[in-house]
């Protein structure tokens, strides 16, 4: 009976183990693919950076007390990377603009570029409950 017991306390930990371990390999994976190089040479993850350091100058108070509100429903563990992937493709936009500073305009069509598709819905729910208007950028969301 003791015995028993003991067997599949330990299966059950060499399962919960499994799934840890497939779960953070599945992430590391994840940032794995973002290192790798494409046919420029450059990585996302080195675009990503070439965006952000190249708008530094850009960014105004109110552009970045808006990224922090558009970030503030990513989860906490999660906030520095999604915040760093979305200033960059926010950055990204305002650089092929031309612009002379980073706009809200700017961080609203970022916000949705940066956004993966299967996440609309609670984007555009999460815009509307912080009355932020999108709907010159609707066109994005198809």
């Known amino acids: 009976m003791g015995n028993d017991f003991f067997m599949w306390f330990i299966i059950f930990w060499v399962c919960v183990l499994l799934f840890f371990m497939s779960v953070g390999g599945y992430f590391m994976f994840r940032k794995f693919l973002k290192v790798l190089p494409k046919e420029d040479g450059k990585s ?7 965006y952000v350091d190249s708008s530094r100058h850009l960014w105004t108070d109110d552009s970045k007390t808006f990224l922090d509100q ?16 979305i200033a960059a493709r926010i950055a990204q936009v305002a650089l092929e603009n031309g612009a002379n500073e980073v706009t809200r305009d700017h ?14 819905k609670s984007l555009t729910s999460f815009l509307e409950k912080q009355q932020i208007d999108y709907s010159a950028y609707k066109h994005l969301l198809n």
């Not at 503030?72 to 520095?80: H, K, L, Q």
């Not at 961080?107 to 609309?120: K, N, S």
Request: aromatic share 10%; charged share 25%.
């Open 44 to 50: 996302k993850l080195d675009w990503q950076n070439h």
């Open 107 to 120: 961080c609203i069509e970022g916000y949705i570029l940066a956004t993966p598709r299967r996440d609309y």
């Open 70 to 85: 558009l970030v503030s429903p990513v989860p906490t563990a999660f906030r520095d990377i999604a915040k760093h992937s």
